[in-house]
């Protein structure tokens, strides 16, 4: 695995030479644009607005258009000389209790592996954030722009995960959402029945991309039929809306199937677990 930036964390006069590694991988399926007569794949060009002239890519430049037509050329030195120091170090500037946080903010996490010199630092603030439940809150610029970042402790690992600005989020006041509601007692304690019936330990392996493998599951059967159509297997039908007065009967019936199919599910294991005995 390659690291994306190299540089260092910093709180207080504390300075911990680190690299920063992708913690997620996302196994996109690619495609590519084809000719439906003859399947030649079609390739992209990039073409000037103003002559319909294509352009290499020695001579395309970066531009930002301040006014509506209007463009400020920008070179690589003058995105080093806004601040060069800033480009190197993941600078702490608070630490915060992390149940304070909001996890609408984090988004995107990497992983952080000490350099040369920097093990005891490390493990220093690892453990120290593992202890006192504390986020350290810093910035962080990675090529072009500038992140908010958390630093937090993950088992033997320190993770910066990006953060939105507060300015990026949304304001949630502004959706149609019910507020002056109150759903009944005993809706609230069927809910509860089966929210508690329905819960399990958290098992990361145990959530699949059903969709990706599907889409896997077509590709192969139409390599498979040398690219000829196959059956279209029938669509389920969408699940009606939820009407106020079926919510108790609605209610009630998710639970007797909630609970028969965990019951199913026991005697299964039990019924494996005889078997392998």
Known sequence: MRAIWKGSISFGLVNIPIALYPATRREELKFRLLRAKDLSPVNYKRVAEK?????PWDEIVKGYEYEKGK?????????????????????????????????MF???????????GGDKAYVLLRDTLARTGKVGIAKVVIKTRQY????KAEDSVLVLELMHFAEELA?????????KI???KRELDMAKALVESMSA????????????????EVIEEKVEAGGKEIEEKPKPKPRPSTKVIDLVSVLQES?????KTHHTRKSSAVSRHRKAA
């Open 51 to 55: 002559d319909g002239k294509e352009v």
């Open 71 to 103: 463009y400020v050329l920008l070179k690589d030195e003058d995105f080093q000389r806004v601040d060069l120091e800033a480009t190197q170090t993941v600078d702490i500037q608070d630490f915060v209790d992390q149940e304070e946080i909001d996890p």
């Open 106 to 116: 984090f988004y995107k996490p990497y992983y952080l592996e000490p350099q040369k």
């Open 148 to 151: 908010l970042a958390g630093v």
């Open 171 to 179: 304001d949630a006041d502004k959706l149609h959402v019910p507020k």
């Open 182 to 184: 109150e759903p009944g």
């Open 201 to 216: 330990k958290w098992d990361p392996k145990k959530y699949r991309d059903d969709y990706r493998e599907a889409l896997m």
């Open 255 to 259: 639970l007797n199937k909630t609970r």
